[in-house]
C-alpha cells in the first residue's frame, strides 16, 4: 500500500464534511492508493501528474482558486 500524508489544508476540508461525503472521499482515497496511476494523466511539464476526479454526495464546493497557480506551484 502506498505511504501517503495529507497536507493540512486537505485534513482541514475532509474533517468538515458530512459523513456521507467523508466515506465518497475516503472511497476515492482507498482508490488511488490501490492503483496510484488511477485518473487522467497530465501532458508536458506536468507529465506524471495524475488527476482524480470524483463527485461527493450533496457537496457543492470544496475549494476556490485558478488551476494554474496550483500547477504552476506544481512544476516548480
Given at each position: 500500500?502506498?505511504?501517503?500524508?495529507?497536507s493540512p489544508s486537505?485534513?482541514?476540508m475532509a474533517?468538515?464534511?458530512h459523513a456521507k461525503d467523508?466515506?465518497?472521499l475516503?472511497?476515492?482515497v482507498r482508490s488511488i492508493?490501490?492503483?496510484?496511476?488511477?485518473g487522467e494523466d497530465k501532458k508536458g511539464d506536468?507529465?506524471?501528474?495524475?488527476v482524480y476526479?470524483?463527485?461527493p454526495i450533496g457537496l457543492v464546493l470544496l475549494a476556490v482558486g485558478p488551476h494554474e497557480n496550483f500547477y504552476a506551484a506544481l512544476k516548480r
Open positions: 500500500m502506498l505511504n501517503a500524508t495529507a486537505f485534513s482541514r474533517k468538515n464534511l467523508k466515506q465518497v475516503d472511497d476515492a492508493a490501490a492503483n496510484h496511476q488511477s506536468l507529465a506524471g501528474v495524475f476526479k470524483f463527485k
